[in-house]
């Protein structure tokens, strides 16, 4: 199973994570379909560059020409004037594995729960968090997630 192979990848790098997006709002209890894999990591250096080995050792890698190093050094200016709010990484042997790290929040100031999944635990963020980062998206589907999350609460 991805998601296993990839929360297995950042344990052992010991970076510190929530996930986020489709798989979060399915696992908290809502109906919802999703390919990539997304989470947000602390915002923090070493955890880039743990989190791009990571990536790297289960065969990942950045969609983007951009090392971790970058990323981090000039993620503000990426959000701010080049609309990058996830850094995505993809298996080129196998496009349905894809991850996007929200380059946006930091996982050290999320509210976060574990839940058990397939056996393993998983770090995700809660409800609340969720809902609040979807509403500043303000896309559609992430809309519609709040709608849907908000009737778990």
Do not use: C
């Not at 344990?11 to 994570?17: F, H, L, S, V």
């Not at 080995?53 to 065969?59: D, K, L, T, V, Y």
């Not at 981090?72 to 701010?80: A, Q, T, V």
């Not at 004037?81 to 080129?92: D, I, S």
């Amino acid at each position: 199973m991805f998601l296993q192979k990839v929360i297995k990848a950042l344990e052992k790098q010991n970076i510190r994570y929530a996930l986020v997006g489709g798989y979060a709002v399915a696992l908290h209890g809502a109906v919802r379909g999703t390919v990539d894999l997304d989470f947000v990591i602390a915002l923090d250096k070493t955890q880039f560059l743990a989190l791009e080995q990571a990536m790297n050792e289960i065969g990942l890698v950045s969609r983007l020409p951009v090392s971790a190093e970058e990323v981090f050094n000039y993620r503000r200016e990426y959000i701010e004037k080049r609309n990058l709010v996830a850094w995505a990484f993809v298996n080129e042997s196998n496009p349905l594995e894809m991850v996007d790290i929200i380059i946006t929040h930091d996982a050290d100031k999320m509210m976060t729960v574990s839940k058990k999944a397939a056996g393993f635990s998983i770090t995700l963020a809660s409800i609340e968090a969720l809902i609040e980062m979807k509403k500043q998206s303000a896309r559609a589907q992430d809309l519609e997630d709040v709608k849907a999350l908000e009737m778990l609460l």
